[in-house]
């Protein structure tokens, strides 16, 4: 009895969770959270109610462990841009992605954090400000990334570090929507050329 208990306290899990939180990630990225039923994501997922309770929590939980493979994955664009060695490079590198990852050939057009919570009921707030927090954190981090251009010379000592990082994200956060909507892949990145043309300049 006691080596039968063993084992089954041992067993492992029937299923892969790294591609179970991706068919669920589609799920959230194509319907948003609100429109994500919990049927939804299990049948997407291959697993039980009771198997995601065990494995990823209910699904709020579920949603930010999502949020975080999103990060790293299809969003992992941001933090390679960030490293890029002046801030034109990092502005460029961050539109390029996201225009690339909005673009993405059998993927859903768009961007998981925009989508995401959209509509969102006051039942589920959590993911909205899941969603909030993380888009206010990346302006944060991208101003501070400008903060360290102006300092070094890369920028304009009249550079607004914050502003212009709003400004950027503004834009990284708006190109998904123009996706979503329909356009292609050359007409985004037309959008960042542009950009691109009014760049600050050092004089």
């Not at 892969?16 to 997407?44: C, I, K, P």
């Not at 920028?155 to 400004?167: C, E, H, T």
């Not at 123009?178 to 959008?191: K, P, T």
Request: net charge neutral; charged share 25%.
């Amino acid at each position: 009895m006691g080596g039968s208990r063993s084992t089954v306290i041992g067993r492992p899990r029937g299923f892969d969770t790294d591609e179970a939180l991706e068919r669920a990630m589609r799920v959230f990225w194509e319907q948003g959270y609100e429109g994500s039923s919990l049927t939804d994501l299990t049948g997407a997922m291959g697993i039980t109610k009771t198997s995601m309770y065990a494995a990823f929590g209910n699904k709020e939980q579920l949603f930010r462990k999502v949020l975080q493979r999103y990060a790293d994955g299809p969003a992992g664009y941001f933090d390679d841009a960030l490293e890029q060695p002046t801030a034109r490079a990092a502005t460029e590198a961050l539109l390029r992605g996201a225009v690339r990852t909005s673009t993405l050939p059998g993927k859903f057009a768009g961007c998981l954090t925009i989508q995401g919570a959209l509509p969102a009921c006051d039942g589920n707030r959590p993911a909205h400000d899941a969603l909030v927090q993380f888009r206010n954190e990346a302006v944060e981090r991208l101003e501070q990334r400008f903060r360290r251009a102006v300092d070094s010379g890369d920028l304009p000592g009249d550079a607004a570090p914050r502003r212009l990082a709003r400004y950027v994200m503004a834009l990284a956060f708006g190109i998904p929507v123009h996706a979503a909507n329909g356009l292609g892949r050359a007409e985004l990145d037309e959008i960042v050329d542009q950009v691109m043309i009014s760049w600050p300049r050092v004089s």
